[in-house]
């Protein structure tokens, strides 16, 4: 059977990164983690290129040096272990694409689509999970700001929230939207029985 796809969505600083690592956690060796971009020895390189400040990149290069990452990602690491019936949890996947560059940066969001159905054979995720954090809350996370994204601030935040707002609407299936102004332990929680609920549901409708 094959398995089950999951990703985390969400802003800068919104908790995907722990959230994707306790859920890991719980699902122990059913579960395959990989993060975006990266997973790959391209794919890792081509992240350390993205996240470079000093490094200037077009809407276009930037948007397409990640459908590259994604590329790679997904042949290598991601349909194999579906294909193997794992569960596969992703930290960010296309729909950052369409939030960061078709949205934000202005690309518009079709066309990071066909970029990304070419580079990924339209892998879409069973299941999404958008860690949903207001940006000013996000922004008095204090990490430090060492990528380029991060770097420009809370408009660019914003437009990402907002961006992820209408891919919700469009596609309400298949996301779950958890409150992430909450300790860990609470939001996995929720994770886990969203990720539960897919797993037992037949693909498609685990409502
Ligand atoms: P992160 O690993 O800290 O989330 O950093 C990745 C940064 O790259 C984050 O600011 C979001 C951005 N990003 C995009 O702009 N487009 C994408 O497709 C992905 C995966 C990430």
Not at 86 to 108: C, I, K, P, T
Request: hydrophobic fraction near 45%; charged fraction near 25%.
């Amino acid at each position: 059977m094959r398995g089950l796809f999951v990703t985390f969505e969400g802003i800068d600083r919104s908790g995907k990164t722990t959230q994707a690592r306790l859920l890991l956690d719980a699902l122990g060796d059913a579960a395959v983690g990989v993060r975006e971009p990266g997973g790959t020895a391209a794919g890792e390189r081509v992240r350390a290129l993205l996240k470079d400040p000093a490094v200037e990149l077009s809407p276009a290069g930037e948007a397409l040096l990640f459908a590259a990452a994604r590329a790679e990602l997904v042949a290598q690491v991601i349909e194999p272990a579906l294909a193997a019936g794992r569960v596969v949890v992703s930290d960010r996947f296309l729909d950052s694409s369409l939030a960061y560059q078709g949205e934000a940066r202005g690309l518009g969001v079709a066309e990071v689509e066909r970029v990304n159905a070419f580079a990924t054979g339209g892998l879409t995720p069973d299941l999404t999970l958008l860690l949903d954090l207001d940006p000013a809350t996000a922004g008095g996370r204090g990490a430090v700001e060492d990528d380029r994204f991060e770097q420009e601030g809370r408009a660019l935040q914003e437009q990402v929230a907002a961006a992820y707002e209408r891919l919700v609407a469009a596609a309400p299936g298949r996301w779950r939207r958890i409150a992430a102004d909450r300790p860990p332990e609470e939001v996995h929680a929720d994770v886990l029985a969203a990720v539960e609920a897919a797993r037992r549901a037949p693909a498609g409708e685990e409502a």
